[in-house]
């Protein structure tokens, strides 16, 4: 069973940066692949990225293109979130994912193990 472990959240000024990382534990991480979703306070959880087992396929939520890079570091079976320019919209608790497959996609649904979260705050 795969634990996953977020950190690297935190408060921020608007348009700042943050890296969220993500450290899996118990599996063999570079089986899967990865994703980091999102959720607000009175908001349905959200798509960020993901990013194949490999690393070679990765994709974003048009919102965040340009300003969220998802990365892996197979060697230290860890994905990272790079955000810039934050803006205070960006606000929620962030969770990293474990897809079910070598690439899980945008839907939820393909992810069959989730982190605790890691909140992130932007102030404006």
């Known amino acids: 069973q795969v634990q996953l472990a977020e950190s690297g959240g935190g408060l921020v000024q608007a348009g700042g940066s943050l890296r969220l990382s993500c450290t899996a534990s118990?599996?063999?991480?570079?089986?899967?692949?990865m994703g980091w979703f999102r959720q607000a306070p009175d908001k349905h959880c959200q798509f960020v990225a993901a990013i194949s087992w490999s690393g070679a396929n990765t994709l974003y939520a048009d919102w965040g293109k340009g300003r969220f890079f998802i990365s892996r570091d197979n060697a230290r079976d860890t994905v990272y979130l790079e955000m810039n320019s934050l803006r205070p919209e960006d606000t929620a608790v962030y969770y990293c994912a474990a897809a079910s497959s070598g690439y899980g996609g945008s839907y939820d649904a393909h992810y069959f193990q989730w982190g605790q979260g890691t909140q992130v705050t932007v102030s404006s």
């Open positions: 118990g599996v063999a991480f570079s089986s899967y692949g």
